[in-house]
């Protein structure tokens, strides 16, 4: 089987990675600006809901409901679509929903289509299958556009070059676009729109993912808010979409907790500006012929883990990325995945699944374990828990060792936070029997770590306690 | 060999997730509402927001500019000194136009949302989507107070654009732009 494209080819673990992040004093800056700005104005967004916690309950629930009922689910939206007019695909890999959608294009003799910004088709490396293919693809979410004239790699999930300043993303335009532009972000917009407006109104052809498939009507919902999605959704005369087979909700109501969660989440906003929903064909309104391609590309492997499943509930808005201590220092492209912080560290490995692969295997140790993550998820991920359990298997996989002990210790302790909050306040109690800032001997089972090594003194305060103060 | 398709939704049951708990829908399903609400939240996204009477005399400051009108549209709209665009209209046609004037099918006053579907008065899509300016008229009655009872009222394979605020982008340095490649300006006249 072909390597799975959702993690870069060549790329170092996540510590060495990190390592060089680290020493890049513009990046760190670029990336605390940008978090800080989001963090303080999602958190308004949220504290305006007086039911916020229902609704991060309510959109669990309702993610559960389709992880365990998914055969039934994809049916019935594959019958609405069909019934409506569109045609449905599935792709077991990247591979081969690549080669569905080239054939698609190649069908429609287009060399060329438009882009809705998509975590799926980025996650499948589908812009080098189409270019290796002849079929060159423009990105027209703005922050894409920025990564593909750059020729680099996106560092966040809904901001793809958040590790990019306007001075910088000046340069990349005046240098691709040939055109005369200042720094302000209008300016920039306003290039941009230039740019791509005669694309729009004359590529016949446009690809998008979904940000929700609603089973029982067929209908397809993308968020947007700069309207180059409308522009795809609604100019060409073939639309292609592409997704996981996890983005469904079972019916037209559950739509309404998710459209309250995602846009508060992702871009601190009431509603974003755009939403499109559009269920098969309709006749004299938008493409006349619609295809969807359902990809699994390790999501039904991911399914089987009874703890790692619900990362399949990611609805992908990225506070998670946001509010992480360590993503703010090391970027998105450390993460070496289309998926990066929090929720890329576990769901880039398990969509890999492959527990040898040392880059994907680093991912589960790129995290402090503090826990903000978790408490921002609209869908309730506990991001540590997952993170311990995938630790602990990793572990596994090289062997017995007391390392592997302690991990799986550890990950039975973090699967409740009431369990690690107590572990912890033991832990700063474990400071009295420590000389030097080293403990040399604990008690079973922690014997069995130091019987091969020290064990650093916890700090009197535990990060997740400091960071619940400072930050949260 | 096995479709992808049968292969799929077989690796599926093979996962035997167990079934889940039924959703507890302890969300608010309403909330406050009302016309103030609404305008306040519309204006909150650099939207232009009036409150009128008459829809005719707030068009008159249209005078002498070339603007669509899709089928439906009332009669008393279409005042003279304005050139009215109609249907059909070439997608160059539209991307010359002035701006656009519509109704829509259901407001939303928590989010400061207009909810087009492709009915009277709105036309198709791109007819909101090329001119850089749209005017749309919410009557009182259209203003839903939440999410929830907005998506009850609606058809849901009607093909549907929710609108808040002018076309925005936050991906230069996380910072909200108003005007990308949407309308640049959003007026709503509230009747």
Redesign the interface.
């Known amino acids: 089987m072909a390597r799975n494209p959702v993690t870069w080819l060549g790329s170092p673990t996540f510590p060495k990675a990190a390592k060089e992040a680290l020493q890049d004093t513009q990046l760190r800056q670029n990336l605390r600006k940008a978090t800080g700005t989001i963090r303080g104005r999602r958190e308004a967004a949220v504290a305006e809901m007086t039911d916020w916690e229902q609704l991060r309950v309510a959109g669990e629930q309702i993610k559960d409901d389709v992880l365990a009922r998914l055969d039934t689910l994809l049916v019935q939206l594959e019958e609405s679509v069909t019934a409506r007019g569109g045609v449905v695909h599935w792709a077991r890999d990247a591979e081969e929903a690549n080669r569905i959608v080239l054939d698609l294009c190649r069908a429609e003799q287009a060399d060329e289509v438009v882009k809705v910004k998509s975590m799926a088709t980025a996650e499948i490396g589908l812009n080098e299958a189409l270019e290796a293919g002849g079929v060159h693809a423009i990105e027209t979410d703005l922050a894409e556009l920025i990564v593909q004239l750059g020729d680099d790699r996106p560092s966040h999930i809904l901001v793809p070059a958040i590790h990019r300043n306007r001075s910088e993303i000046r340069e990349i335009f005046q240098r691709r676009m040939g055109v005369e532009v200042s720094d302000e972000p209008a300016d920039l917009a306003e290039a941009a729109r230039v740019y791509l407006r005669e694309k729009f109104l004359t590529t016949r052809v446009a690809i998008s993912g979904a940000n929700f498939a609603v089973a029982d009507t067929g209908s397809i919902v993308v968020l947007e808010s700069e309207g180059n999605g409308r522009m795809c959704l609604t100019l060409p005369e073939t639309l292609i979409t592409v997704m996981g087979i996890e983005k469904l909700v079972p019916t037209w109501q559950d739509l309404e907790v998710f459209l309250q969660l995602l846009p508060r989440s992702s871009t601190a906003e009431r509603m974003n500006p755009y939403t499109s929903v559009w269920t098969g064909v309709t006749p004299g309104d938008g493409p006349q012929r619609f295809h969807l391609v359902l990809i699994d590309n390790g999501r039904t492997a991911t399914l089987t883990d009874s703890v790692g499943r619900q990362a399949l509930r990611c609805i992908r808005c990225s506070a998670c990325l946001n509010v992480c201590p360590v993503y703010e220092r090391t970027g998105g492209k450390s993460y070496g995945s289309v998926y990066p912080g929090p929720i890329g560290a576990i769901l880039t490995p398990q969509l890999v699944g492959d527990l040898h692969d040392p880059q994907a295997a680093s991912l589960p140790f790129a995290s402090s374990l503090c826990g903000a993550c978790f408490e921002v998820c609209p869908v309730r991920i506990d991001i540590p828990s997952v993170l311990t359990h995938l630790r602990a298997e990793v572990v596994e996989a090289k062997g017995r060792t007391a390392e592997s002990v302690a991990m799986a210790a550890a990950a039975w302790m973090f699967r409740e936070a009431s369990r690690y909050e107590k572990a912890q306040k033991a832990g700063s109690l474990a400071r009295f029997l420590a000389r030097d800032g080293k403990i040399t001997s604990l008690p079973w089972p922690g014997s069995k770590w130091t019987s091969s090594r020290d064990v650093p003194a916890p700090p009197a305060e535990s990060f997740r306690a400091w960071w619940r103060k400072n930050r949260g | 060999m096995a ?3 049968e ?3 077989q ?19 309403t909330g406050p509402g009302g016309v103030e609400l609404f305008a306040e ?1 519309v204006a ?2 650099r939207a232009i927001v009036h409150t009128v009477t008459s829809v005719p005399d707030a068009l008159k400051a249209l005078a002498g500019k070339r603007i669509v009108a899709p089928q439906g549209v009332p009669h008393e709209w279409l005042i003279d000194g304005v050139t009215w665009l109609r249907e059909p209209l070439s ?2 046609e539209l ?1 010359r136009a002035d701006g656009v004037l519509t109704g829509c099918a259901v407001a ?1 006053a ?4 207009i909810v087009l579907d ?1 009915g009277e008065a709105q036309g ?3 007819l909101t ?1 090329l001119p850089d300016y749209h005017l749309c008229v919410v009557r009182v009655d259209q203003i839903a107070a939440s ?2 009872e907005a ?2 009222r609606l058809e ?28 640049r300006t959003l007026e709503v006249l509230i009747v």
């Open positions: 479709s992808a398709r292969e799929i939704l690796r599926i049951r093979d996962a035997k997730v167990p079934p889940a708990r039924p959703v507890v829908r302890g969300y608010d399903r939240r909150d996204y997608i160059e991307d939303i928590d989010t400061g949302t492709g198709r899509r791109a989507l999410v929830p998506l009850q849901p394979t009607r093909p549907l654009t929710f609108i808040s605020g002018p076309s925005a982008t936050s991906d230069i340095e996380l910072n909200r732009v108003e005007g990308v490649h949407g309308p």
